[in-house]
């Protein structure tokens, strides 16, 4: 057996036990923050103008802001107290939520509601296939990770096809936004039967378990947060057409 197996092995149900439980406590709690923070922007964008133009304007430096906070959590969140890395995972999804506020300006309450139901189910489908294959999704994972970082160059570049010829831009849009739903159920997946790997590292170069556990909860937020906002561009009800 490879150290990885014995490791996972030698991990008892207890702490495995409280590790997956602290990795879905903090998932949970971010995305309650994150959609009371949005759903409380939205209410507040739609009856003060002058709060609408505030959240608009401050809204593309707020992306700066979570591109900086996701690296640093994801290359020194080991490093960090418990007590840091998790102020920072809390104050990422605050700042989700203020960008969420904005997007759902656009958007009937309900058809948001029926989304985020339709993107929990999914999430837990996916998670529980994770959890419970046998098969390796090592190289499904990696090659969905790939897959994003085209996703994300593809969608730059239809930015310009906008400016040149929007009808085809948006049928591009559309064909993206499925090949990323697709990309993050396999990232659902992959993340989820990663952290039967991670559990078996703790302890291990001082290691604390909080600090995996906000990793892997951070990773599975996204995964949720992604899925939910390429459903939400298929699904969601437009309150302007």
Do not use: C, H
Not at 31 to 54: D, K, P
Not at 147 to 165: K, P, Q, R, T, V
């Amino acid at each position: 057996m490879n150290t990885t197996t014995d490791n996972l092995m030698q991990t008892t149900g207890s702490v495995f036990g409280s590790f997956m439980a602290q990795v879905y406590g903090w998932m949970v709690v971010a995305l309650a923050i994150t959609f009371g923070v949005a759903f409380g922007v939205e209410f507040l964008a739609e009856r003060n103008e002058q709060f609408y133009v505030a959240v608009s304007i401050t809204a593309p430096f707020v992306l700066i802001g979570q591109l900086i906070l996701v690296l640093v959590l994801g290359f020194l969140g080991r490093r960090m107290n418990a007590f840091l890395s998790g102020a920072l995972f809390l104050f990422y999804a605050v700042t989700m939520g203020i960008f969420f506020g904005v997007i759902f300006l656009g958007f009937t309450t309900v058809s948001i509601v029926l989304v985020f139901g339709a993107t929990t189910i999914t999430f837990i489908v996916m998670a529980l296939f994770g959890f419970l294959t046998k098969q390796d999704l090592t190289s499904w994972g990696r090659l969905a990770l790939f897959g994003i970082i085209g996703l994300i160059i593809g969608s730059l570049i239809n930015i310009l096809f906008y400016f040149i010829a929007p009808g085809v831009a948006q049928g591009i849009d559309y064909v993206l936004t499925y090949v990323g739903i697709g990309l993050f159920l396999i990232l659902i997946a992959y993340d989820t039967q990663k952290l039967k790997k991670m559990a078996a590292s703790i302890g291990e170069g001082g290691v604390g378990m909080t600090g995996l556990a906000i990793q892997g909860a951070l990773a599975l937020y996204l995964d949720f947060i992604n899925l939910f906002i390429r459903l939400l561009g298929i699904m969601g009800k437009r309150k302007y057409p």
